[in-house]
């Protein structure tokens, strides 16, 4: 089993050739991540940091204390997990800080990834460093100490978060926005023949070295992509793999996009459904719907009906589930181990512990879809609950959307939308999209010079 290593460019599955399950732990690390894809991105930018040490103060203050506050001020905001909503909590601690608190944030990697633009980086649109947010020089604006290291559990007798590795980080007031993993990551062979879209850190480091092994591959039958799931991450990743393939391999590629349901993205418009469809067949994916996936074999996927279906690299976008986390701490959780929040984002049975994004499930409106949009619009509010449970003054509810923005990359430079039911494409819609997206992601820029 070769790396980037020059070996002989042989006919194999991608999953037999890049060894996923012993590459995973490794590309945490940003330096891993680098090793993986054979460049430094940061090099020659003038960005690259060094590798972090485990545990950061900010402004480097050791036991003096931390930057901006006073030793007396002693009760702890602890942030674990670097999602879409604590990435703005930090962007607002920078600017205003809450009085009589020092912050720290418990990070599993120091690299957070912006997952709207990733099927953007996919089809080659974005570089890597386009997509990443840098929690280290975001926390240090904010006065934050950083911990790079997995947060396992809530000791909530003791208010302390458990961390792999390090000691307990103590709080008076946490937040939890720590992401969900995927479904079915536990069917025979998935693990180790499949490429999951969590950590979605893992699915970027390995489109690189993917594209760049089909590029040295001299074989000319056709590089066979599987992608299991029909939801929007799923759509994506199929139209911007193959437009990315095709724009950089000259081999030729079949792409199938196989999914459970009757229908492709259960819930949106069926205008939407109808555009995808229509694009799918303009550009040769094929659609296969009704089929559940049973296992996978090197090279094979099988399913409960129908015939195995062949791959050479097999995507897998089957949709959120949690991390045992909330269990873990005996936290109330829906059936599906999701932890569960009232409207003001505060853990059900809990004062002083929130949870947002993916990994919570609001109690009011349980159907609320695993979408960043959610987790970006929960931002403000969950400052305004930290700032105002800090202060013992009244909070604020969250009340989602009932609709939000679809806006679906096809790789091509066009993308398709939907709101309010009614759906559209162009090379506007593409426009938008990369618009919307650059302006969140410009928030969490740190001119370090
Ligand atoms: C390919 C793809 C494209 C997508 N595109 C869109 C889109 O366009 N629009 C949209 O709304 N949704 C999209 N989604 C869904 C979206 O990614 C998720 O809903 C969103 O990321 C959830 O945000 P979050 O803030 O809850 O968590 P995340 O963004 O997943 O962040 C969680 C953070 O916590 C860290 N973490 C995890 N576990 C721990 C731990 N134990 N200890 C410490 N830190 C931890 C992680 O490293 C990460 O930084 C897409 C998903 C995929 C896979």
């Known amino acids: 089993m070769t790396r980037q290593d020059g070996g002989p460019p042989v006919k194999v599955c991608v999953a ?6 012993t590459t995973r732990t490794d590309l945490h690390s940003r330096a891993a991540i680098e090793r993986f894809a054979g460049t430094n991105r940061r090099h020659g930018s003038g960005r690259f940091k060094p590798p972090l040490p485990r545990t950061q103060d900010p402004g480097r203050m050791g036991s003096a204390g931390l ?4 030793r007396a001020m002693t009760r702890d905001l602890v942030l674990v997990g670097g999602g879409h909503s604590h990435v703005q909590i930090l962007e607002s601690l920078a600017l205003e800080p809450i009085p009589g608190f020092k912050t720290t944030v418990v990070v599993d ?11 953007g980086f996919v089809a080659g649109q974005y570089q890597a460093r386009d997509l990443e947010i840098d929690i280290p020089p975001l926390a240090r604006k904010a006065g934050a100490r950083v911990v790079v290291a997995r947060a396992t559990e809530i000791d909530r007798t003791r208010r302390q978060v458990i961390v792999a590795d390090e000691p307990p980080v103590s709080f008076d007031l946490a937040s939890i926005n720590i992401g969900s993993t995927v479904v079915g990551l536990d069917l025979p062979g998935i693990r180790d023949f499949a490429l999951p879209t969590r950590p979605i850190a893992d699915l970027v480091a390995y489109i690189d070295p993917l594209v760049a092994r089909f590029q040295q591959n001299v074989d000319r039958t056709p590089f066979r992509v599987v992608v299991v799931g029909g ?3 799923g759509v994506e990743l199929a139209f911007t793999l193959q437009a990315r393939l095709l724009k950089e391999t000259d081999r030729p590629i079949s792409v199938q996009l196989v999914h459970s349901g009757r229908r492709l993205m259960d819930g949106y418009p069926m205008g939407l459904v109808r555009r995808i469809l229509r694009q799918a067949a303009r550009r040769g994916i094929r659609v296969i719907p009704e089929r559940r996936v049973m296992g996978a074999e090197e090279g094979t996927v099988r399913f409960e009906t129908g015939d195995p279906l062949p791959f ?10 949690s991390h045992p986390f909330f269990r873990d701490s005996g936290l109330p959780t829906d059936s599906r181990g999701f932890g569960i929040t009232r409207s003001t984002l505060q853990v059900e049975g809990e004062d002083d512990l929130f949870a947002v994004g ?19 619009r929960q931002g403000p509010v969950l400052m305004h609950n930290l700032r105002a449970r800090a202060a013992g003054k009244p909070l604020e509810s969250y009340r989602p ?25 162009g090379r506007w819609v593409m426009w938008l999209k990369d618009r919307i997206d650059r302006k969140f992601m410009r928030r969490f820029e740190i001119d370090d010079s």
């Open 231 to 233: 939801g929007a991450g």
């Open 109 to 119: 990697s120091p690299i957070a990834i912006y997952s709207g633009m990733v099927p």
């Open 401 to 425: 959307q009932s609709d939000f923005l679809t806006l679906l990359n096809l790789g091509d430079g066009t993308a398709l939308g939907a709101k309010w039911g009614r759906s559209f494409e």
């Open 358 to 376: 993916d990994c919570a499930t609001l109690g009011d409106f349980p159907e609320t879809p695993k979408a960043g949009v959610y987790a970006v």
């Open 67 to 70: 930057a901006g506050y006073p």
């Open 312 to 321: 050479d690299a097999l995507i897998w976008v089957v949709g959120a589930a």
């Open 16 to 21: 037999a050739a890049v060894p996923l399950r």
